[in-house]
């Protein structure tokens, strides 16, 4: 039996720690924590960490203490997660001190029970209580291995080096032993689920997040597939890799550090110790959720921001459990930087040309002699004056990346973490432009994925939606988002054919299919219905759409 190769302290074997800790003492000293002082006790916490993972204790006392450990560092991690809640990307110097914290814990807390893990691997024999601490340290390492990517995940960091080769090795050792899907016994789960606790679901939890792209999600999302993967692990099985040659699956290999990964036809794999996911039951469950939203969708039901955001997080997972991220174009050298203006309103503001919105003042323009009468005509042009002033005090921005390399679909782009200014978010729309070609028309795209670098800076992913568009105003008369003013919206393509198919760009959650919209365009004003989402993230939604009848031209 293989015995797994785990990164841990190096601890002092000639000496015991002084002072030699006993949980009554340890508990003592943890009642005593400043917790009102978040710093101070992670601080202090860690410290206490640290040296026991250094120092020489018996494995059935080091778990006994790490497991007293345990609900204090879960508070401070909950504590010190609140900061970093809604961060601004890059992140800031004070979120960034809480996201490396939160990693420093998580790795003392994993090390301290993988020296359990390898302390029991050395005995030649164990007792039945030496095997259910075992299991439960072999649990808990992966626990905290897992919550590190997680956390990862969620500002877009790199994955900890060599995490996933502990996952690997860790969930194998249990298999061998047989403990893998037995049950246990956790005080303190990250989420409660309806399901029993085992190694198993912790594995194959953090592999189906995984095959989620984590650094294609939107912000936050991570935290939310992860927890919702919890309840559909029985729906996933690993199976051994037989036959190498795979086509159309998700694989990983064992022996390194590295997550599933899908392959396609014609794709070289040559794996030491290979496993594929079975996804058919997930792609089930995620397919019934969808279908019984839509079946009860119709147009005088309105659903909640919430629940068009949780459906629209699951049709972009379902894509993925596809395999459709992978790679499908060819990509050249990128050829000097690029402009990009991130947002709705920036992207609107640019490709207009710098030009005022003054929707309502449009409006009136166009339609005012005919609609309102002269008696009135006064205060309506007050009215409209005040709400277009709400949109000139704004100061929109674009910025310099250095283009790498560029597709038909996209590109591939990288800036210094030196401006903390420069907004960056997954699903967010950007206009960009070569900057030797500003005056030209802008490309408007999508942020796909995002990815910070400690040593290159900011790394980021930008899939093109169309090489041009009509900056326009829009506001919803019938349906979702019904009563609301006017907001800035892009119309791909250019061309404006009553009956052309083409699509509209809108802030996101605010209208949803079978929305009736006015459109604005400074000199012409016309009625639309959304017909079809084509895209959603949580910044803005794409429709295709139909004219109405009677629409002006």
Request: with cysteine; charged share 25%.
């Amino acid at each position: 039996m293989a015995v797994p190769v785990l990164n841990i302290p190096t601890q002092e074997l000639n000496k015991k720690p002084r002072p030699y800790l006993k949980v009554k003492s340890l508990q003592r000293w943890l009642d005593d924590l400043p917790t009102a002082n978040t710093t101070l006790s992670t601080q202090q916490l860690l410290q206490q960490l640290r040296t026991i993972n250094r120092s020489r204790y018996p494995a059935h006392e080091r778990i006994l203490l790490l497991d007293t450990l345990r609900p204090t560092a879960r508070e401070l991690l909950i504590q010190l997660k609140t900061q970093l809640k809604n961060p601004q990307l890059p992140l800031g110097r004070k979120q960034k001190e809480a996201a490396d914290t939160i990693q420093e814990i998580l790795e003392e807390l994993a090390a301290g029970y993988k020296s359990v893990v390898s302390q029991f691997a050395m005995y030649d024999t164990r007792k039945e209580s030496d095997d259910m601490l075992l299991r439960e340290a072999i649990y808990n390492s992966l626990q905290f291995l897992a919550r590190q990517l997680v956390e990862s995940y969620l500002v877009y960091a790199p994955e900890p080096y060599d995490t996933w080769r502990e996952l690997h090795q860790l969930y194998n050792y249990s298999e061998q032993l047989g403990m893998h899907n037995l049950p246990v016994d956790d005080p303190y789960p990250d989420y409660m689920l309806p399901v029993a606790y085992t190694i198993e679901l912790v594995y194959k939890r953090i592999l189906l997040l995984s095959l989620a792209a984590p650094y294609h999600l939107m912000q936050n999302e991570a935290e939310e597939i992860y927890h919702l993967m919890g309840s559909w692990t029985d729906e996933c099985r690993i199976l051994p890799v037989i036959n190498k040659k795979v086509e159309n699956e998700f694989v990983f290999d064992l022996a390194t550090d590295a997550p599933p990964r899908y392959i396609g036809r014609n794709m070289d794999w040559q794996p030491v110790n290979g496993k594929m996911l079975d996804i058919k039951g997930v792609r089930l469950r995620i397919d019934n959720f969808l279908q019984q939203f839509l079946r009860h969708e119709t147009i005088e039901e309105v659903h909640t921001h919430i629940e068009i955001q949780t459906r629209d997080m699951l049709i972009r997972l379902a894509q993925s459990l596809e395999g459709n991220l992978v790679r499908k174009s060819d990509r050249r050298s990128g050829d000097g930087n690029v402009r990009i203006a991130v947002g709705i309103n920036p992207a609107h503001y640019t490709i207009s040309g710098s030009a005022e919105f003054t929707p309502e003042m449009d409006e009136l323009r166009l339609n005012g002699q005919h609609n309102i009468q002269p008696s009135m005509f006064a205060n309506a042009y007050k009215e409209a004056l005040n709400k277009d002033r709400i949109h000139s005090h704004h100061d929109y921005t674009t910025y310099s990346w250095k283009q790498n390399n560029t597709s038909l679909t996209g590109s591939a782009l990288n800036c210094s973490l030196d401006n903390e200014n420069q907004p960056v978010k997954v699903g967010e729309l950007v206009a960009y432009c070569a900057e030797n070609k500003v005056s030209q028309k802008w490309k408007v795209g999508l942020i796909r994925w995002v990815k910070f670098q400690k040593e290159s800076g900011i790394d980021m992913g930008v899939m093109n939606l169309s090489h041009t568009a009509v900056p326009v105003a829009i506001k919803a008369i019938k349906g979702t988002g019904k009563g609301t003013d006017y907001f800035r919206s892009l119309m791909i393509p250019k061309q404006v054919s009553i009956n052309q198919t083409r699509s509209l760009v809108v802030p996101a959650t605010l209208f949803d299919v079978n929305s009736v919209l006015a459109v604005n365009l400074k000199n012409r004003f016309f009625y639309i219905k959304l017909t079809r989402q084509i895209l959603s993230t949580r910044s803005f939604a794409q429709f295709e759409f139909d004219v109405l009848e009677g629409a002006n031209s």
